[in-house]
C-alpha cells in the first residue's frame, strides 16, 4: 500500500502540469520546499514565481496571471492562504471568477509541532462560504496526484487542501478522479460514514472494527467539499438512517456543517461529528494531537456504537 503525503503528490503532479501546457504557473510565498512546488521549479523555472513572505501578493499575482490566460497555482502554507491572504482570495480571485488555483499544504493539526498559530482548522468552512470557489480534499497521494490534474483542468477559482504528513495510499496509480462526485468506498447499510482528507483511511479502519461487532458501515470518500454531492449524501443517509462526519478541521463550517446543512433541509437524520470541537490546536506530534482532539478510528467506531443504541 505505501504512504504518500498529499502535499510530495501534488509537487510530482505539477511536474507532469508543466510538461503538458505552458500556460500553467506556479507561484509560492517563500515556502516552495515545504510546499514542493520546488519540484516545479526546478524543472520550468522560467514559469515559476517566489512572491516572497507575501501571501497577498501571491494572490494578486496569480489572479492577474489568470487574467492573462494563464493556469496558476498558488502555494503556501494552509494559515497563509486561507487567513492571511482571504481578502485577496474574495476579492481577486472569487469574486472576479478566475482561474485561480489554490493549492494549500500544511493543513490541520497534522502540521504538528508548529502548534497552534500554524493549525489551520478553518480553512474549508472560509473557503467554501465564498461564492464561486470549488473546494477540494484528497485523501491520499494518488488522489492528489489526480485532484491536481482534474483541477488544472476545471475553469473557476479552486481551493486545494493538502497534508504534511504521509498517509496510507488507498486507491492505486491508476485511479481516476471525479471532480464533484464523491466515491463510495465502502457498502453499508447500518451508518454512513463520510470523510474527508486525512480521515478517509481512519474512516476505513473504523469500518472494518465496526463489522466485526455486527455494524455495517458504509465508508464515502467527500474529496469535494464544495459543490457537495447531494445525492449521494442522501442516498446514504436515507439508506442507513445514521450519519457520521470525519474530518481533520473544525467541526464548525466545514464537512460535518456542509452535510448537516443539506440534512436539515431534505432528510434530518441522526448524525455525529468528528473533527476539532470549536477550540484551537497546541504544539505536540501529530499521533499525540490527532489521539486528544479525537481525531481517531476509535472515535468513529464509538460514534457509531452511539447511533445504534435505541
Known amino acids: 500500500m505505501g504512504k504518500t503525503a498529499t502535499r510530495d503528490a501534488y509537487g510530482k503532479a505539477l511536474a507532469q502540469l508543466g510538461a503538458e501546457n505552458e500556460d500553467v504557473v506556479v507561484l509560492d510565498a517563500d515556502l516552495s520546499g515545504s510546499t514542493k512546488t520546488a519540484v516545479f521549479a526546478q524543472e520550468f523555472p522560467r514559469r515559476f514565481f517566489n512572491l516572497g513572505i507575501a501571501e497577498a501578493d501571491l494572490i494578486g499575482t496569480a489572479a492577474g496571471l489568470a487574467a492573462a490566460g494563464k493556469i496558476p497555482f498558488a502555494s503556501t502554507f494552509a494559515v497563509f492562504a486561507a487567513g492571511r491572504a482571504y481578502d485577496q482570495i474574495r476579492a481577486s480571485a ?46 491520499d497521494g494518488p488522489e492528489a496526484v489526480a485532484a491536481t490534474l482534474a483541477v488544472a483542468r476545471h475553469q473557476g477559482p479552486v481551493y486545494l487542501r493538502l497534508g504534511r504528513p504521509a498517509v496510507p ?59 457537495l454531492d447531494k445525492d449521494t449524501v442522501l442516498r446514504f443517509a436515507r439508506r442507513c438512517g445514521r450519519v457520521i462526519t470525519a474530518e481533520e478541521h473544525s467541526i464548525i463550517g466545514g464537512l460535518g456543517g456542509a452535510i448537516a446543512e443539506v440534512l436539515g433541509e431534505e432528510a434530518p437524520t441522526p448524525m455525529a461529528r468528528i473533527g476539532v470541537r470549536d477550540t484551537f490546536g497546541e504544539s505536540g ?26
Open 285 to 310: 506530534k501529530p499521533a499525540e494531537l490527532l489521539e486528544k482532539y479525537g481525531l481517531t478510528t476509535e472515535a468513529i467506531v464509538q460514534a457509531a456504537k452511539k447511533l445504534m443504541q435505541p
Open 169 to 227: 495510499n488507498i486507491h492505486g496509480e491508476d485511479y481516476v478522479f471525479e471532480l464533484f462526485n464523491a466515491p463510495v468506498l465502502r457498502e453499508g447499510e447500518d451508518v454512513a460514514i463520510f470523510a474527508c482528507g486525512y480521515m478517509v483511511h481512519l474512516a476505513l479502519e473504523a469500518a472494518a472494527q465496526l463489522e466485526k461487532v455486527g455494524i455495517s458501515a458504509a465508508v464515502v470518500n467527500v474529496h469535494t467539499i464544495k459543490p
Open 94 to 139: 472569487a469574486y472576479p471568477k478566475l482561474n485561480v488555483k489554490i493549492a494549500a499544504t500544511h493543513a490541520g493539526l497534522t502540521v504538528g509541532e508548529d502548534g497552534a498559530t500554524h493549525q489551520m482548522n478553518e480553512d474549508i468552512a472560509l473557503m467554501r462560504a465564498l461564492p464561486n470557489m470549488t473546494v477540494v480534499v484528497p485523501a
